[in-house]
């Protein structure tokens, strides 16, 4: 499987059957994984229900995590089940880590990671980890290990404007554009667009001093009209943009319906489908 054929979904949540089995119990451990979660609609993923779903929809790596939490044993415990996914599926999973950024136990946890073969961390979720990450204080630990162990990071950020919605949060352009120009050797994707930060890099320095950044489109059908792809060529920085499903509140075939109504060339498609994705981490 070449490298530039290869299909990629960068963005992917999956629990542990036995997680899921118990969780009402679960969702009383966190407060923002409740806050997201607490609806009989909820939906939830094990790793053999993403591997159901990358083969209908043409998928041939994912990219997979558990959800930002405060609790650093819930962190462990939801990254245990990723590494023992990657190693059951070496071929078709890369495994990133979640962690607080402001645990003591950040680093432990994330060299052990580092050491059982996951590949980044994320998705970090401000909020959920009660961490604002314009102010480099509370991040410089955590983008530090990042660095050292060369793992890039995919973070949360969300439109500030518009409805709401469970979980959208006040980490938006702002905050993100701060992040990034903070920790400029640290590799960072902003999830769900940056929130809209990819239009701000009209500006030269700021596509310039944004080098190191790319965007996932997470929930983007729920977010944004499909000339959205149109405006992120504009802006420069559709080589950058990397199919996130966020799955499983979206699959990618959602994804695929959206640019056939866009005019995206079979190039760049390919590009957001894979190949931006392989240049970023390195397959």
């Not at 949060?169 to 994707?189: C, H, M, R, S, V």
């Amino acid at each position: 499987m070449g490298g530039s054929k290869m299909k990629i979904d960068v963005h992917v949540h999956i629990l542990s059957p036995d997680f899921i089995k118990d969780i009402k119990k679960n969702l009383d451990r966190d407060a923002h994984f409740k806050l997201l979660h607490d609806n009989p609609k909820a939906r939830f993923a094990t790793a053999e229900d993403v591997l159901e779903n990358m083969e209908k929809t043409g998928i041939d790596r994912s990219v997979v995590f558990g959800f930002s939490c405060l609790d650093l044993g819930m962190a462990r415990e939801a990254n245990d089940y990723v590494i023992e996914t990657v190693r059951r599926y070496p071929d078709r999973f890369i495994g990133f880590a979640i962690v607080p950024p402001q645990d003591p136990g950040m680093e432990k946890e994330l060299r052990r990671c580092r050491e059982a073969g996951l590949k980044g961390v994320g998705e970090v979720i401000p909020a959920a980890v009660h961490t604002d990450i314009s102010d480099q204080q509370q991040v410089e630990r955590f983008t530090a290990v990042c660095r050292e162990l060369d793992l890039p990071i995919l973070m949360h950020t969300n439109e500030q404007v518009g409805h709401y919605y469970p979980g959208k949060g006040k980490i938006g352009p702002e905050q993100a554009y701060l992040f990034a120009i903070n920790n400029p050797d640290n590799k960072i994707i902003f999830a769900h667009w940056g929130g809209g930060l990819f239009c701000y890099e009209l500006m030269p320095e700021v596509h310039e001093s944004l080098r190191h950044v790319y965007y996932d489109n997470a929930a983007s059908p729920f977010l944004f009209r499909p000339q959205v792809y149109a405006a992120a060529r504009l802006a420069g920085v559709l080589p950058k943009v990397l199919l996130g499903s966020d799955f499983p509140l979206l699959s990618p075939a959602r994804y695929y319906k959206e640019w056939a109504a866009t005019d995206l060339t079979e190039e760049e498609k390919r590009g957001i489908w894979g190949e931006n994705a392989a240049r970023f981490l390195g397959l």
